[in-house]
């Protein structure tokens, strides 16, 4: 699966030698800062994949700081908030902690529920009452977001399976390229043959031919790769290719209202050709926890 990974980005590369030059210079340069920033992406994800469980959670802990660092950098916070943000930045360690030791209990209540609990107690500390709801729902909804959907990716290198052979990391490379390539075809789908817009007021380039484009493309996908990476069956393959290809696009979609809600086009400046990590990862943030809880329930040990 590396090694195909690995092809795609070498294929890209010749391609933009051989090609670039007809394109106007603008396009060629956000492409080439993009094919860039896939080869370090790459790099690091596989990186931390192969060499151990442990340090691909913490891998994935560090994404999830930066990921909520850039959302609350969006996000205006009230000046009687700003030790409560401690506490929050605090959960993260604490949350992936209890998914390198295993206890599933902890990690799926510990935010939703613990979290939720502390941090408005924490606000009330402070004696500020005005903005306290917005306050309280847009934090506890970026840890949801960037923390705890984000972390079920992780979570699969730690789950049990029933049937042997396979393993987190093979379901962790699957459901990534699953949804990852399923961004790239239904872009080139929707450039190719685009012409009705499935939500224009939110993400104007999103039309239906790029949406079933890509949803036919992850299920030929998810058809080739789960014999090799998963222990699915064909037809669940199949639903799953589906599934993912329509919650990666409503997790695009929902990032994508929440930066026009706040009058910008990207969520940061860190990965260049791409934004920021939240424009990187939305797909996967509604996509991940979904395909865990699949996974859990119906191959977990």
């Known amino acids: 699966m590396a090694g195909l990974i690995l092809c795609l980005l070498i294929g890209a590369e010749v391609f933009l030698r051989l090609k670039g030059r007809a394109l106007p210079a603008d396009q060629r340069r956000e492409i080439r800062a993009r094919l860039s920033t896939w080869w370090v992406i790459a790099g690091l994800f596989l990186s931390a994949l192969i060499l151990s469980p442990g340090l691909f959670i913490a891998f994935f802990a560090f994404v999830s700081f930066l990921a909520l660092k850039e959302y609350l950098s969006l996000i205006p916070t009230r000046r009687a908030d700003r ?35 502390f941090l408005p107690f924490r606000m009330i500390l402070a004696g500020e009452t005005r903005g306290f709801l ?15 959907a984000l972390s079920h990716l992780p979570a699969l290198m730690v789950m049990p399976l029933a049937q042997e052979g396979f393993s987190g990391a093979g379901l962790v490379l699957f459901i990534v390229f699953l949804v990852q390539f399923n961004d790239v ?39 080739g790769l789960a014999a090799l990476l998963t222990p699915f069956s064909p037809v669940e393959a199949a639903l799953i290719g589906i599934a993912a290809s329509a919650v990666g696009f409503i997790g695009d979609v929902v990032v994508s209202a929440l930066k026009r809600d706040l009058g ?3 969520s940061g400046t860190l990965l260049p050709g791409h934004g920021g990590v ?24």
């Open 83 to 117: 030790r409560v943000l401690f506490w929050a930045y605090l959960a993260i360690p604490v949350h992936y902690y209890w998914i390198a030791s295993g206890w599933y209990g902890m990690f799926v209540i510990f935010i939703p529920v613990y979290m939720f609990l």
């Open 134 to 148: 917005k306050a309280a729902g847009t934090l506890h909804w970026g840890l949801m977001l960037t923390v705890y």
């Open 185 to 223: 075809a239904q872009y080139i789908w929707g450039k190719r043959f685009g012409r009705h817009r499935i939500v224009p007021a939110i993400s104007p380039n999103k039309t239906w031919e790029g949406f079933l484009g890509g949803m036919a493309t992850s299920l030929m996908l998810a058809l």
């Open 264 to 266: 910008v086009k990207d």
């Open 278 to 301: 939240l424009d990187r990862v939305d797909s996967l943030l509604f996509a991940a926890p979904l395909f865990y809880h699949y996974v859990r329930y119906m191959h977990g040990g």
